[in-house]
């Protein structure tokens, strides 16, 4: 049984988990993963990595994982501003992951950068093996998001941090119906442009709008074992940073 709404939104009607649909999801969209987030978040979903990855820096982390690295943007990111000693990237989809590789290697970082198949709700990694794990735009994607969030705390070392960014809706009126309207009418658009899964970019909206946000994600991620979290919001509401401490 589901414990969050977004665990029962699921991207395709089939008899497959969740993770299987999403999986398929992102190997469906891979090829156009790249110019979707570039669109969908009006380029601002590179000003919100760099954001999460400025909070980062007070623990100078030398061992970091990032689940649900998809292309590899996130991980790229954090590579080049923080220079760790180790840099891990996991996702289900090969197909996201074979197009992360091609840009690390055009970017001379495949020997920075590890990227490799990875569940994030039964992480293989040992307890306590990492100083930062990073997610953007992923969460919301976790069969379980409790398991998720637990694994996530539980390979970090004590006193490391989490830096979460997912997308949300605005909770101001004027900006939730530009929002809506934004999410409604106009991504279907790009995606039938772009993509031919566009029940992808339907998903979308509605896990969104399924995800637990602000005080009771919070409260979820202290019930997962952190010790203490703190939220930012923004572009007008529509990206939320969780920064949690183990």
Same mark, same amino acid.
């Given at each position: 049984?589901?414990?969050?709404?977004?665990?029962?939104?699921?991207?395709?009607?089939?008899?497959?988990?969740k993770?299987?649909?999403v999986?398929?999801?992102f190997?469906?969209?891979?090829?156009?993963?790249?110019?979707?987030?570039?669109l969908?978040s009006l380029?601002n979903?590179r000003?919100?990595?760099k954001?999460?990855i400025e909070?980062?820096?007070?623990?100078a982390?030398?061992?970091? %994982?990032?689940v649900?690295t998809?292309?590899g943007? #996130?991980?790229?990111a954090?590579?080049k501003?923080?220079?760790?000693?180790?840099?891990?990237?996991?996702d289900?989809?090969e197909?996201?992951?074979e197009?992360?590789?091609?840009?690390?290697?055009?970017?001379?970082?495949?020997?920075?950068?590890?990227?490799?198949k990875?569940?994030?709700? =039964? %992480?293989? #990694?040992?307890?306590?093996?990492?100083? =930062?794990v990073?997610?953007?735009?992923g969460?919301?994607?976790?069969?379980?998001l409790?398991?998720?969030?637990?694994?996530?705390?539980?390979?970090?070392?004590?006193?490391? =941090?989490? =830096?979460?960014?997912?997308l949300?809706?605005?909770?101001?009126?004027?900006y939730?119906l530009?929002y809506?309207?934004?999410?409604?009418?106009?991504?279907?658009?790009?995606a039938?442009?772009?993509?031919?899964?566009?029940?992808?970019?339907s998903?979308?909206?509605?896990?969104?709008?399924?995800?637990?946000e602000g005080?009771?994600?919070?409260?979820?991620?202290?019930?997962?074992?952190?010790?203490?979290?703190?939220?930012?919001?923004?572009t007008?509401?529509?990206?939320?940073?969780?920064?949690?401490?183990k």
């Amino acid at each position: 049984m589901a414990d969050y709404k977004c665990e029962k939104v699921l991207p395709y009607d089939n008899q497959k988990g969740k993770t299987e649909q999403v999986e398929q999801m992102f190997d469906n969209i891979a090829g156009q993963y790249d110019p979707m987030n570039r669109l969908m978040s009006l380029g601002n979903d590179r000003t919100w990595r760099k954001k999460a990855i400025e909070a980062l820096k007070s623990i100078a982390p030398q061992r970091i %994982l990032d689940v649900a690295t998809g292309t590899g943007d #996130f991980a790229i990111a954090a590579q080049k501003e923080l220079k760790p000693q180790e840099m891990i990237g996991i996702d289900l989809s090969e197909k996201m992951l074979e197009v992360g590789k091609k840009k690390l290697q055009s970017l001379g970082l495949s020997d920075s950068i590890t990227l490799q198949k990875g569940d994030s709700t =039964a %992480l293989d #990694f040992e307890e306590g093996r990492f100083d =930062a794990v990073t997610v953007a735009f992923g969460v919301r994607n976790f069969e379980s998001l409790r398991k998720g969030l637990s694994e996530i705390n539980r390979v970090l070392r004590k006193g490391g =941090a989490a =830096a979460i960014l997912e997308l949300s809706e605005p909770t101001n009126p004027i900006y939730k119906l530009g929002y809506k309207i934004y999410t409604d009418c106009i991504i279907p658009i790009f995606a039938r442009l772009l993509s031919k899964d566009t029940r992808a970019y339907s998903y979308l909206p509605d896990s969104i709008e399924a995800f637990p946000e602000g005080e009771e994600m919070k409260k979820l991620l202290l019930e997962c074992g952190f010790s203490q979290v703190t939220i930012r919001q923004f572009t007008f509401g529509t990206c939320s940073f969780y920064y949690a401490i183990k």
